[in-house]
């Protein structure tokens, strides 16, 4: 059983960063691949962006080239040039490598907020 914990979200304006972190316990990263999903308010769960075990990254199209996910100690996601329609809910989650989707997930943290404004 992998806990996931996020942190680092909050509200910025429109054009602003936010970095996420998750952490696992115990510290099972090389075990799983890891990925960010986020879920806005009245729509579905979408995968934001997918690492694997050689560094290898997948993004949604809607956030190619203003988030970046990477991996250490724990799992990031550098967030730039924010908009407001990236307001979501967004979620840590480790499974089956590669994590290109909901059915490749085996665990799930709770979310972070994050409010972008216009």
């Known amino acids: 059983q992998v806990h996931l914990v996020e942190s680092g979200g909050g509200s910025v304006e429109s054009g602003g960063s936010l970095k996420l972190s998750c952490s696992a316990s115990?510290?099972?990263?090389?075990?799983?691949?890891m990925a960010w999903f986020r879920q806005a308010p009245g729509k579905q769960r979408e995968g934001v962006a997918g690492?694997?075990?050689?560094g290898s990254t997948i993004y949604a199209d809607s956030v190619k080239g203003r988030f970046t996910i990477s991996l250490d100690t724990s799992l990031y996601l550098q967030m730039n040039s924010l908009e407001p329609g990236d307001t979501a809910t967004y979620i840590c989650?480790?499974?089956?490598?590669?994590?290109?989707?909901?059915?490749?997930?085996?665990?799930w943290g709770q979310g972070a907020e994050v409010t972008v404004s216009p």
């Open positions: 989650a480790a499974g089956i490598c590669p994590v290109i989707g909901i059915p490749d997930v085996m665990y």
């Open positions: 115990p510290v099972t990263y090389r075990s799983y691949c």
């Open positions: 690492i694997d075990s050689d």
